[in-house]
């Protein structure tokens, strides 16, 4: 072996800095006492490193065969150990100790590497050729580059966990706000990075093709040695327990508490510091205490300064933490208002008079309040019943039991009596378990109970920040549904069958118009054109009745053509040009000639475009009607802008809704005659029909209005 090559060689020597380096911090860490999940995820993974590098640094000073062979497969055995390590660090610096004890996770891991260890030592040249006759003579040392015949999985087994290390860590600075947590991350996230990429590149994929260069793996691990335990050691090798914290909290919810690092840097506070001193956490996360607490923080008696400036006398608590696992060090301080605890004992001594009394009326009240509330539940028409987390029923009132069991109810009610009812419709174990992980409502509006119809409402019961149940509401809608699907299908039918005989009057109000009988008698031929403008007026609202029932129910196909809006537009003002010129008012095109095109339905587009040119006509007496394009990031937005009389603000929320109109008195004369409220609401059902989103975009009183539509680009 040739020692003097270790001190001469530079690539020999980044090898003993690196192993030296190793074992100090090996070492350190085992003085220190460190048995946190993190810090021993750590050793397990500077040992990998340490059997990679000792043993590729004693194989390329061994002239001798038998040495050289022996050295060289510790280091292969340490290229199949190194890579779980760094997956395992990162699970347990991420807090995932869920999959660290997960027996499956384990075995997903040791089972390839049990396959390869024993392959390498049964099977020598399987995996990276392990003969010295064909070991090389390079700069650096003898080397063998040589690849075995299943070489490409152990790079797949690399890919598999370096490459979803990173994922995390990437993932966890992205989400993270904490400033000192976003640098240790990213630390990491480089740390691993450098070696991952040198020595995959040097020492594994451009060996294949008979490129050889300087490998960089192991001189790049010292990089990374050094940038992990910079993070680890600089900024807190783990993050404050959660549970040490909490129990803090609990003890003095109703005091301002502010978590402060060795640095004097603020990294938590409780919510009630923001009510107390009126800041926003993110404006104290990252600060020094000295914003808050500019003469310091010693415990007695001080003064907290607000986000107005104002100073607060308040009783300053400390106490500092260390964590027993990683040595992470910090002082929670807390912050009581003077004045308030003053109150407070004032009060507290005046109530232990009567505090027996209190109790009694309260309790009495309570039974009543229970009474009260057990009368309301069991006369609720709707089914009302509450679940605890174990999907115990603390009650089900009767209503619930009459619309699921409508054959009579078993002898005893269960939660699994009633999944069982409803097994058809929905999986309500499942969603339930789902309500109370999630923490939202769920409501099924609609599902189909045998030959009825039900809504499902589930609700998290929350006591304080903790789930502790779910309140599932049961309502019987089948009249309801029978109700509107009744209405729906007369509309429909109504509809129809009312545009036939419309359609022929105005057919023979036209025939007439044009046979030159009316012209003898002027009286009779303006009666004429009333009746076919008023048919005309009736089959449009007969179509849109059609409409509203296809949209309502999704019957209503739109195709996807590639419209050009321009074009389009330019089509429809002509269309309106001579109604505008009626009233002497404009017609413009503002927007772009050149724009994308859009995709969705050209003859729907053209309907809503003409509903919002309409209405500008209608309510606009002085001015005109401007329409613009504003290209976005993947929508095209359509801008119908008047100069009409405007929308007052509290009759603006009736835009939008079936058979209401944004006018002053939906009875007079002026609202009747200028629609029936359908216009807008057609005009939204189909832009969301076509993936778009149609508002109000502005309308000020005798100024105008403003309306745009957003179609996708084609």
Not at 80 to 90: A, C, D, S
Not at 294 to 306: K, V
Not at 410 to 422: E, K
Request: positive net charge; contains cysteine; glycine residues 8%.
């Amino acid at each position: 072996m040739n020692l003097i090559n270790l001190f001469i060689n530079p690539y020999d020597l980044t090898f003993l800095i690196s192993l030296i380096s190793n074992l100090i911090l090996i070492l350190f860490i085992l003085r220190r006492g460190y048995n946190s999940m993190v810090m021993l995820t750590y050793l397990f993974y500077l040992s990998g490193t340490l059997v990679m590098g000792v043993g590729q640094m004693m194989a390329t000073i061994s002239f001798n065969p038998g040495i050289f062979e022996f050295w060289n497969s510790w280091f292969i055995l340490g290229i199949l150990y190194y890579p779980p390590t760094i997956l395992v660090f990162t699970l347990a610096f991420l807090g995932k100790e869920s999959i660290l004890k997960n027996f499956l996770f384990w075995v997903a891991i040791l089972t390839p590497l049990t396959l390869f260890l024993f392959f390498t030592l049964k099977i020598p040249d399987l995996i990276i050729v392990n003969d010295f006759t064909k070991a090389k003579l390079y700069p650096w040392g003898y080397q063998v580059f040589a690849t075995g015949k299943i070489s490409p999985l152990v790079t797949l087994w690399y890919q598999v966990c370096f490459i979803p290390s990173i994922f995390m860590l990437v993932r966890f600075y992205r989400e993270n706000r904490d400033k000192i947590i976003k640098k240790q991350a990213l630390l990491l996230v480089i740390a691993i990075i450098i070696p991952y990429i040198g020595g995959v590149l040097t020492q594994g994929i451009l060996p294949q093709f008979g490129i050889r260069i300087f490998p960089v793996g192991i001189p790049l691990n010292t990089i990374n040695i050094i940038l992990i335990t910079y993070a680890l050691f600089k900024f807190g090798s783990t993050t404050i327990d959660p549970f040490a914290i909490a129990s803090s909290i609990i003890k003095i919810m109703h005091n301002a508490v502010v978590v402060i690092n060795s640095k004097g840097n603020i990294i938590l506070i409780n919510p009630f510091t923001e009510s107390f001193l009126g800041y926003r956490k993110d404006q104290l996360i990252g600060e020094g205490i000295k914003k808050i607490l500019p003469e310091g923080y010693s415990s007695g008696e001080g003064e907290a300064m607000t986000a107005t400036g104002q100073k607060i006398p308040v009783n300053i608590y400390t106490a500092g933490y260390t964590d027993n696992f990683s040595g992470y060090k910090a002082t929670i301080l807390t912050l009581a208002d003077i004045q308030v605890l003053k109150k407070l004992h004032q009060d507290l001594q005046a109530e232990k008079a009567n505090v027996e009394e209190k109790v009694k009326e309260r309790t009495f009240e309570l039974k009543e309040e229970h009474a009260r509330l057990s009368a309301s539940i069991n006369s609720l028409s709707v089914g009302f019943i509450l679940v605890d987390q174990s999907l115990n029923i603390f009650t089900a009132n009767g209503s619930s039991t009459k619309i699921l069991f409508k054959d009579g109810p078993p002898h005893q009610v269960t939660f699994s009596a009633i999944s069982g009812r409803l097994k058809n419709s929905i999986d309500l174990e499942l969603e339930v378990k789902k309500c109370i992980k999630e923490k939202k409502i769920i409501d099924f509006k609609e599902i189909r109970f045998g030959t009825f119809f039900l809504r499902i409402i589930l609700t998290p019961i929350s006591l304080g920040e903790t789930i502790i149940g779910c309140a599932i509401l049961i309502e019987d809608i089948t009249e309801e549904k029978v109700i509107a699907r009744s209405k729906d299908e007369f509309l429909s039918l109504a509809s129809h069958e009312l545009r036939t005989p419309l359609t022929a009057i105005r057919g023979y109000a036209s025939v007439l118009e044009q046979s030159g009988l009316l012209k003898k008698d002027p009286q009779v031929k303006n009666a004429v054109g009333v009746i076919d403008n008023s048919v005309v007026r009736l089959i449009n609202i007969v179509n849109d009745f059609i409409d509203v029932y296809e949209l309502e129910q999704q019957d209503m196909i739109f195709k996807k053509d590639k419209v050009d809006m321009p074009a389009l537009i330019t089509k429809v003002l002509k269309e309106y040009k001579a109604l505008a010129e009626e009233k002497n008012l404009y017609l413009k095109f503002t927007g772009n000639q050149q724009t994308p095109k859009v995709l969705g339905d050209f003859n729907r587009i053209r309907q809503v475009i003409a509903n919002l040119i309409s209405n500008g006509i209608k309510y606009t007496n002085t001015g005109g009607i401007d329409i613009g394009i504003k290209k976005e990031d993947k929508f095209l937005r359509i801008v119908v802008s008047d100069t009409g009389t405007g929308i007052k603000p509290e009759l603006q929320k009736f835009l939008f809704r079936k058979f209401q109109q944004a006018v002053e008195n939906i009875y007079t004369r002026e609202g009747v005659q200028k629609g029936i409220g359908l216009g807008l609401y057609i005009a939204k059902l189909m832009v969301e029909g076509m993936g778009g989103k149609i508002q109000l975009d502005s309308s000020n009183k005798e100024k105008g209005s403003a309306f745009s539509f957003t179609l996708p680009y084609a």
